[in-house]
């Protein structure tokens, strides 16, 4: 580990791009990784909306990233915050902390962001971390406890309408699994209500939901969803939200909905850490602030930064970037290591390709829709290639049996067992 | 529901006591229930320092009480905190809101409680609930990280020692958590740092810790966990906790500690609404503020309010009242179901008498002590027993198969899963 002679890679971010990086270089001759996070854990963020919909729990899709990673023993984790980077020193800062590095490897991914309106943030929380998916399911659980004890029918159907934003494959999923709560799980749970009568939007500004997918499945998404009782609305603005108020325009027409819970899907912005690595790199960075990467994932003219995941842009097919979901993270992140390997032996590597292996989002039990190369496949067979892929690629073995048996039993039963209301402030 | 010559049922706490009671008066002619908890779940406190030492989910151990409770359809459950009692005119209050009853039982425990020492909870947080659980489970991982992080040896070693105070079943098992959790658990996951250095101190006022089993067991569980590296100290009081400091009293000599972890396994007081009871029935209290109650449940003058589970001061021998665990409260649950029935047809009904089946305390893998009637058992039986007795109590189907294969898990790969730090404030 002290050895300085090895080549010592930085890596900042424990999401699917710097996790993939530390792993594709542990146990490496002549390399030692330092992994940063401000977390102690790996998150699958595909699986967050379930723990948002108390389908699964917090430590089913988190694994301990030093559990994941200790049988590396050229691998030392930190969780700590970076708080500058001096590109020309090589080094990065934590705080007091500086630490110096040969390579430096960036994967801080993405946070949510209002489009401006950040007074929205209370009032729409979006779904990014374990803490984001905590509370909207409070919200959630809340909103049902309050309309049965609500006598008043305005207040009820207030407390009984969710309004979800952004109609991508988050929006849509949490909209399904919104719609199977009230129209399953919470049939006979309640005395003063009929769970039935949940109002459930989905608001998009596009023209279509699920824009990446063909127009065929983001149809057939569209009429599940319905199926659920939800009420999908498209090429529809948000131009407001106040407490317990949405206000939307739909081309020249407003509507203003009463909704106690509003869930937002929508923008994404880089994280905080791309300001400091544009002054140090002077690398450019998108409409998101993305930072923008060239073929071999480095930025500015330094050949050895890399950026990788959510944060990079990297040019695609003319000016489309690489969407910011999972596999692109995955595979820059075993890119990376290879072009630090190859460096190293004094060869230059090859620059990163994306391989779509396809998408796929659920919406609901028997109700998934997948775009896998020539297959476009939508009902229970592409709900079946969900659940094995999101399984597969949950991290520890253990993760992957808690996952698969809860999905089994809520399968069966329709039951959500991890439908807790945790840290109220008073009740 | 609605039917009002129904005989009404108002239980307030939806623990063991008060659980049990309303699935025992489940689905019976002329009656009607109303379940009023603060929480939305039933929560299985018994396994709660294993959520605090990263070995299960807050999910695993706590059921929601809609889910428990909705195939029977005479109860209703509120979420909402019952802010007064009105004995004379048989009514409750939830704020403004007023409900009638016809009989009544409260149920709604204890919490812990610092000896008038109030302003140590913030050092020495307790575990009475699930977050209290996360709090424990964040400081004490939060102390690893900062410790791996530390170059002071100092301020290293008060980062990796901990003291637990209170030797009744809670501080043994949290001890022994900790203990396997610093031999095994984290044995690879730290390169600057060894984990088996943890220092962990379980501080007890009385002779011996688990003062309620013979002197053999008791001794058995001590040996155990000096095995596991934990320094018990018995006959020792704490006279300060402070940041960082531990001040403590054994006979005349005074000992300070740095340790920057403090858990709290002491004193247990009754919950808030016992004064609003006390006030309008006339009831006795004890030392901790139980409630003193007669041979059939009930308080002061009043044969229609009933005080079970932790709450309740139940003279069992002379003076001594029954001990608050999960078994007296269940009893007691099930045993005012049947008085109410009774009295319903006119019956007076039978005293209470409480049935030891046992005792049971667990160390670590392995390693428990089990006192039930004849038979006293240390070890790996005991151990095997304690497995499945605490099993065979959870609530629900998939909690019980979702906690097996945990245990099943964490038993032979050592690992803890669910030690997630988060809600933190800064990182």
Redesign the interface.
Known sequence: ?KKTKDHHVVVVGGGFGGLYATQKLGNRKGISVTLID????HLFQPLLYQVAT?G?????I???L??VL??FRNV??????VTGINAPEQTISLGE?IIKYDSLVIATGAHHHYFGNDQWASNAPGLKT??DA?EMRRRI?RAF?AA??EDDPGKKRSLMTFVIVGGGPTGVELAGALGELANFT?K?????LDPRNTRILLLEGGAKILAAYPDKLSNKASSSLKKLGVDVRTETLVTAIADGQVRMKHGESEEIIEAETVLWAAGVKSSSLSKALVETTGAGTDRSGRIVVDPFLNVGDFANIYVIGDLAHFAHQGDDALPGVAPVAMQQGRHVARLIRDRLRGKEGSAFKYTNKGNLAVIGRNAAIADVGPFKMSGWFAWLIWIFVHIAYLI?F??R??VL??WA?NYF?R?R???????EK??
């Open positions: 580990m401000r977390r102690n854990f108390g699964l729990s917090p430590g089913d988190a694994s301990p030093r559990a200790n049988r030392r984790v930190l969780q700590a915050t902390d374990i803490e905590l659980f406890e049965e004890r919470l006979n749970d309640f005395r003063n520890e253990d993760s049996v808690l048996f809860q039993s039963t039951k067992g991890a439908r807790l209301i945790t840290n008073t009740v």
